[in-house]
């Protein structure tokens, strides 16, 4: 005899090992990129909605939540340190510059194009 333990309903998913890596689509990536940026400590805004931003940080990423997060405190800390309290297309590219983020060929070639 066989006890439907679901209720049937679809089971679960298995839960993700840590460490794996989360990627998320093109609207996901905006909306986490931009609900972020509301928790850095800043005194002014920044154009975390613009595409070209949203743009930028996905090729540094790969889309990785992990590397945004962790390219969004470097450019935050930058932001607060130049006394910006803004994070600014130049800005990010500096941080990224400083950190580990380095564009592929393909990802520059990609960005130079008009």
Do not use: C, W
């Amino acid at each position: 005899m066989s006890v439907d333990l679901n209720h049937g309903e679809r089971p679960a998913a298995p839960p993700r090992p840590l460490g794996e890596r989360h990627q998320l689509t093109s609207e996901a990536f905006r909306s986490f990129v931009v609900s972020y940026g509301r928790l850095l400590p800043l005194a002014k805004p920044s154009p975390f909605a613009e595409k070209d931003i949203v743009q930028k940080l996905m090729a540094y990423s790969g889309g990785l939540t992990g590397r945004v997060t962790k390219l969004l405190a470097q450019a935050d800390e930058l932001a607060i340190r130049t006394k910006t309290e803004s994070i600014s297309m130049d800005l990010l590219e500096e941080a990224a510059a400083a950190g580990t983020f380095k564009l592929t060929a393909r990802t520059q070639a990609e960005s130079a194009q008009p």
